[in-house]
């Protein structure tokens, strides 16, 4: 049996999404001149903090946007600030720093018009810092000395993301090392969206294929998208979860896995996909060197991505 030709699509709103993709490049887009930019007292002992979080958020977010140091960030803020006219004080590079490590980043997003269809999948984003140049300095050593000693392996960073196939909005996002699995962080992707949301389906690949993922997803009432796992075999067991995954792998062997692909709607996992792409624009490594800087650093440009989706996406239709 042949493959069916690809399809081609063409964009309906180019002239719309043409002023979007415009937009991002305005810095008013992320100047909030209404926002509270010093901090209110929490009612607790202790100083209280000079500058919101929604500043110390600003600051990171153009931090992030145009790939900038600490100090380059202040000094580019302190322009800005100047130029629109506002009497702000600016926080400096180690009180950024320091924020930094315990900030909840706010992530705006749009709820999608009907079920939420969650796409999940995650990447790799390298860390800098001293294993890394530790790794460049042991090459360059065994390469003049002629000796090998010790290996040391690159330290990454796992992005795990759950995306809305309508709005193409990250709603959940989780960063862990590189030994957790996407299967195990499934259910913590779940947790983050609202329990009075419903969920519709959950696409992802056949990493997923685990009772654990099937029994979170029956949970919150969904529908699994994720294809059988080469050579696999019914499971036992009553809960749905179970059945579910149990009629995925009955369909799968009656249809033939190309087959199920394109019936189930499964590629349009691929949408999840081309957000880690838009993900690793805003860089390829972390700046931050302590773990808490470095989620606060990624939910930064989870937001940066929202706010883009928000300004205009592309309305797509099939060509005959």
């Not at 779940?190 to 009075?196: N, R, S």
């Not at 529908?223 to 995925?248: D, F, T």
Request: aromatic share 8%.
């Amino acid at each position: 049996m042949t493959k069916p030709p690809p399809k081609r699509y063409r964009t309906t709103n180019w002239k719309a999404y043409n002023r979007a993709l415009i937009q991002r490049g305005s810095l008013s887009v992320w100047l909030d001149t209404s926002m509270s930019w010093r901090a209110t007292p929490r009612g607790k002992r202790g100083r209280t903090q000079t500058y919101s979080d929604a500043a110390i958020q600003f600051c990171l977010t153009i931090k992030n946007l145009f790939g900038l140091a600490l100090r380059q960030t202040i000094g580019f803020i302190q322009s800005l600030i100047q130029l629109a006219g506002l009497d702000w004080s600016v926080p400096d590079y180690s009180t950024l720093s320091r924020r930094q490590q315990t900030l909840q980043v706010q992530i705006p997003y749009q709820k999608s018009s009907g079920a939420l269809h969650l796409l999940v999948d995650s990447t790799g984003i390298k860390m800098l810092g001293e294993g890394e140049w530790a790794t460049c300095e042991s090459l360059i050593r065994s390469v003049i000395t002629k000796k090998h000693g010790a290996e040391y392996r690159r330290q990454w960073r796992k992005v795990h993301l759950g995306i809305d196939a309508e709005t193409l909005q990250i709603r959940a996002i989780e960063v862990t090392d590189n030994r957790q699995s996407d299967a195990q962080m499934l259910p913590s992707l779940l947790t983050q969206i609202p329990a009075d949301e419903p969920i519709g389906c959950v696409s992802g690949d056949g990493a997923f294929d685990t009772k654990a993922c099937h029994e979170a997803i029956a949970a919150r009432g969904a529908i699994g998208c994720i294809p059988s796992r080469k050579n696999a075999r019914p499971w036992k067991g009553s809960v749905l979860g179970v059945l579910a995954r149990n009629e995925i792998l009955r369909t799968t062997k009656r249809l033939g896995r190309a087959i199920w692909k394109r019936w189930s709607g499964y590629h349009r996992r691929s949408l999840v996909e081309t957000k880690m792409y838009c993900f690793k624009r805003l860089g390829e490594g972390v700046m931050a060197r302590r773990f808490d800087g470095q989620v606060a650093e990624l939910q930064v440009r989870a937001a940066i991505l929202n706010r883009f989706s928000m300004l205009g996406r592309p309305c797509t239709v099939p060509v005959a």
